[in-house]
């Protein structure tokens, strides 16, 4: 028990003293998680959107391969992509293999269904009232697909901080498709393993606390948003 | 020289997943006016609401606004058009918001702190009597159902729309929030010339208010009290065929001829109803009669509508009823009468001198006499 104990005091002592391993491992994390929720975003918002708002044919096909996409495991994820951007793969001459930019795609794909999922649930929830009284408002096609976006703008943003937490907090893709090169590709869930592994249990407690810290954020935010 | 129709409405049909909800020849609605809409509920009064807002487009016929045929969307109704439900939606923001989003979509609208604009929002606050400093920057949620509703009833008044479209607005208010939102209602006709269309269980209120009342049933329009229906399925009883959807006592049954089919509604012309006071021997002793008296007798009754001459040879049916209300028609000085018989209320015009003169009151109780041959079926 003391070594835990001891393990945490030294972890608060690595944070504050601006350990530079541990740092890089962090900044590795929010870079990679950053790119990855920006593509998300720019294609699984519309998408969803588009899903939730518009009736067309084969909708409920399209909404059960996303909900399948949701369970996909990370390391299936991690594998595909590994074999992808490898040098044997179809995208091998763009060197994305052990680079942050890899790591993004992969959890671009993990995000994606998380974002347009949650995005094409929040949009089927708009009350049938709210089109009808748009228009009686005198709305176009435009402000009234506006105005239900803006409607449904918690929903929305609890969809973007799920598909957050999530690829914080993956391991799979970043380990397979990272490597966990240090000063390069390691992230905090994949340092942790490391350290783990090694006994190091104060530098795996330290990025602990920094992961838990930002998924606390995060949760404490989608409480709000969704009390609202 | 009369103005020209705001709206006109030839051969509207309006249907849903195939099955027929509203079917209108003519319908003509005067620019300025107040025109209501009666009827049980299913029998398309909101489908004819949001035909005439252009939510969507009827099916079948021609929608002509303002002397042309337009459809949803289009700039010329976009602007000049605003319905108002029973359960309206608030945005998910605050009531000055909600107020001004109609100005905002015009482009009239820059700013919260736009001074002309919240003098604008406190004027229509006003008019549905709630406070501009307790209620403006209140959340959709901080408000209770009434104040809802006055807020949405504000939001359409500050467009002062050429066109307000009412649908059960004070349905589900308690009768402060209702007082305000027809009073608002009044206000924009009186002030603007906005011609106001209500759909409403509120016989009174559209008995004040309205220049036309229309009654729908089933789809189909009629002048108010022009027409009752007698609801189906019917029950055959030897030749006859009997509603007991209206019925309640067994020697009480109004009668119909065969119905054309399993789902029609038998339709009788107030005209074609002969009413008299009701004598006052007990219950009893006066059973329901079928006859085949000839009009000369019946005209012996102390009528309040004459009979017409060409009834004869027609066998004739009659039932109690009590009149409930007696309500003036603004439009063409008719008493209009609502009578109880059973379960249902009957809607019957008649002239206010023979309604004195048989010294008619609520509670007075009456005989209905119809010609079993004169009813009609929808």
């Given at each position: 028990m003391d070594f835990i104990i001891q393990g945490f005091f030294h972890a608060l002592h690595l944070l504050t003293t601006g350990d530079s391993s541990t740092w890089s491992a962090v900044s590795a994390t929010l870079k990679v998680s950053t790119l990855s929720m920006l593509f998300s975003v720019v294609v699984g918002l519309p998408c969803g959107f588009f899903l939730g708002y518009f009736d067309f044919r084969g909708k409920r096909g399209v909404r059960t391969l996303l909900d399948t996409m949701l369970a996909l495991p990370t390391v299936f994820i991690g594998l595909m992509i590994y074999a992808v951007i490898?040098?044997?793969?179809?995208?091998?001459?763009?060197?994305?293999?052990?680079t942050l930019a890899g790591i993004a795609m992969g959890q671009s794909i993990l995000a994606f269904p998380i974002i347009t999922a949650l995005t094409a649930s929040a949009v089927e929830t708009?009350?049938?009232q709210l089109k009808l009284t748009l228009i009686s408002l005198g709305a176009g096609k435009k402000d009234i697909m506006l105005t239900c976006m803006w409607e449904v703008r918690y929903g929305i943003v609890a969809a973007l901080v799920t598909a957050y937490g999530r690829v914080m907090t993956e391991v799979g893709i970043s380990m397979m498709v990272?490597?966990?090169?240090?000063?390069?590709?390691?992230?905090i869930t994949t340092a942790i393993a490391l350290e783990t592994g090694k006994g190091m249990f104060a530098n795996g407690i330290a990025l602990g606390l920094v992961l838990v810290s930002i998924a606390f954020a995060v949760n404490i935010s989608l409480f709000f948003l969704r009390k609202r | 020289m009369t103005p020209p129709s705001i709206y006109t409405l030839e051969n509207i049909v309006q249907a849903y997943k195939g099955k027929i909800a509203l079917d209108i020849p003519h319908l003509n609605i005067a620019p300025g006016s107040i025109t209501g809409l009666m009827g049980?509920?299913?029998?398309?009064k909101s489908t004819l609401l949001k035909l005439l807002a252009f939510v969507s487009p009827p099916v079948k016929g021609s929608l002509f606004f303002n002397g042309k045929v337009e459809a949803p969307f289009s700039p010329q109704v976009r602007f000049d058009i605003t319905l108002l439900t029973q359960t309206p939606y608030l945005l998910k923001r605050t009531v000055q918001e909600n107020i001004t989003h109609g100005l905002k979509i015009r482009g009239k609208?820059?700013?919260?702190?736009?001074p002309k604009v919240c003098k604008q929002v406190k004027e229509v606050m006003d008019r549905v009597g709630l406070s501009f400093q307790e209620?403006?920057?209140?959340?959709?949620?901080?408000?209770?159902g009434g104040e809802a509703q006055r807020v949405a009833m504000a939001a359409r008044l500050i467009l002062k729309p050429r066109v307000l479209l009412l649908d059960e607005?004070?349905?589900?208010?308690?009768i402060n929030s209702a007082t305000l939102i027809r009073r608002a209602a009044l206000y924009a006709r009186k002030t603007w010339g906005t011609t106001i269309i209500i759909a409403s269980h509120d016989h009174e209120w559209l008995q004040g208010a309205c220049d036309n009342l229309f009654q729908l049933y089933h789809g189909k329009i009629f002048q108010a009290g022009s027409k009752n229906i007698i609801p189906g399925p019917f029950i055959k009883d030897g030749q006859e065929f009997f509603s007991p959807s209206s019925t309640?006592?067994?020697?009480?049954t109004l009668r119909v001829t065969?119905?054309?089919?399993?789902?029609a509604y038998a339709l009788l012309k107030t005209d074609h109803i002969h009413i008299t006071a009701e004598e006052s021997p007990p219950k009893e002793e006066r059973p329901e009669k079928d006859s085949n008296e000839s009009p000369e007798n019946l005209a012996?009754?102390?009528?309040i509508q004459e009979m017409p001459?060409?009834?004869?040879?027609k066998q004739y049916h009659t039932v109690r009823g009590e009149v409930l209300r007696l309500m003036g028609d603004?439009?063409?000085g008719y008493i209009i009468m609502a009578i109880k018989v059973n379960e249902m209320n009957f809607t019957i015009r008649a002239n206010p001198e023979a309604v004195i003169q048989s010294k008619l009151l609520p509670g007075s109780r009456v005989m209905l006499t119809y010609a079993l041959n004169d009813i009609e079926w929808i």
């Open positions: 490898s040098s044997r793969g179809p995208l091998g001459d763009f060197n994305l293999l052990f708009i009350d049938a990272g490597g966990n090169i240090k000063w390069h590709t390691r992230t | 049980p509920n299913g029998s398309g609208a820059h700013g919260r702190k736009d209620f403006a920057h209140r959340m959709d949620y901080e408000l209770s607005p004070t349905a589900s208010v308690d309640t006592e067994a020697e009480q065969a119905p054309p089919h399993d789902k012996a009754n102390p009528h001459g060409k009834l004869e040879q603004k439009k063409n």
